[in-house]
């Protein structure tokens, strides 16, 4: 856990709020189920980058059993969990995001996806926890890909995409650059001496990937941009998911489909847990408008590049920043 003592709060970031940020009531929540949903998921993603989905046939067991377990790890003697860090990139982190200056009221579990790469600090994880750990991680991880690619295939039908599976092909390939991560926010007492403000626990941003899908506890934190740039919080629902855009399918859409600025705020007496599987390309894929999503006479408004460019070029920002401005193709114009 996170223990600092106030004065230790300065070296965080924190926001002034002049009135409590609303929560919003306008989120669109999608059933898998429903006829409609391939054309809901488009107007959500085009309207916010973002939706609630239910009846997604995710066993809520595999849900309770990964947060209880990922509790069991971040409740461990600071030593024992640093035997499992520091993350290159996968691995245990704590308050650092990234390399370059990001701290938060976090710390965090990252994990590969593909079978194929093992690394070494995911083994010394796993053995502080064996074999529950890791079949709690391996059972729920199976059962979110293939909820995504449900819902990707999905959105490839309400855009016109074809083939159906050009989206969700990307997260089923061998090689796919997807990746796990398990965040825990502990409680900040010590909030009140901000007086009016709030501590950041992961600094706003937007996801790299072309889909992210997010299931949390029931503690609230969760925030995100609307469109005239108003911050609103989203209400917590343990026994759902939230479907984020991801920058590469933004490009993929040539701008119709947009990622979503979201960050997590800390609070004083809940810890929260959250989950978040990044559906990712091959390294090697060429990330460019799909030519159907692009009208007649219409301009692409991105550069091709590989995901492996994009990856290397937003690894190397700031959270905050805005990552697609190099690869607009009126960049520097």
Request: glycine share 6%; charged share 25%.
């Amino acid at each position: 856990m996170v223990v600092l003592s106030q004065p230790a709060l300065d070296h965080y970031t924190s926001i002034k709020t002049c009135k409590p940020t609303s929560v919003f009531t306008g989120l669109p929540v999608i059933n898998l189920r429903d006829p409609e949903a391939k054309t809901l998921m488009v107007k959500a993603c085009e309207e916010y980058g973002f939706f609630k989905l239910v009846n997604h046939g995710v066993p809520m067991e595999f849900m309770i059993r990964l947060e209880t377990e990922a509790l069991r790890f971040f409740n461990l003697p600071q030593s024992v969990k640093d035997k499992a860090g520091p993350p290159e990139p996968f691995g245990y982190g704590s308050k650092r995001i990234g390399p370059n200056g990001d701290v938060g009221w976090i710390e965090y579990l990252l994990l590969n996806t593909n079978p194929q790469v093992t690394s070494l600090k995911t083994l010394t994880i796993f053995r502080q926890n064996p074999e529950i750990f890791r079949s709690a991680v391996n059972d729920y991880i199976l059962a979110v890909k293939r909820m995504a690619f449900e819902v990707l295939d999905l959105m490839a039908e309400g855009l016109k995409i074809e083939p159906r599976n050009a989206l969700s092909r990307l997260l089923r390939d061998e090689k796919s650059d997807s990746c796990f991560r398990l965040n825990y926010y502990p409680p900040c007492p010590e909030l009140q001496a901000l007086s009016g403000r709030n501590l950041i626990g992961f600094g706003e941003h937007t996801d790299p990937q072309i889909i992210s899908v997010l299931r949390s506890n029931n503690t609230s934190g969760l925030q995100i941009c609307l469109r005239d740039g108003t911050w609103v919080s989203v209400p917590p629902d343990q026994t759902s998911f939230f479907i984020n855009i991801g920058d590469a399918l933004q490009v993929m859409t040539n701008g119709r489909l947009k990622s979503v600025r979201h960050r997590v705020l800390a609070e004083s007496l809940k810890s929260r847990v959250s989950m978040i599987y990044f559906g990712g390309p091959p390294l090697s894929e060429k990330i460019a408008p799909l030519p159907s999503l692009v009208a007649k006479g219409e301009e692409s408004l991105y550069k091709e590049f590989t995901w492996w460019e994009y990856k290397t070029s937003a690894y190397k920002s700031r959270l905050a920043d805005y990552r697609l401005g190099l690869f607009e193709k009126n960049a520097g114009h």
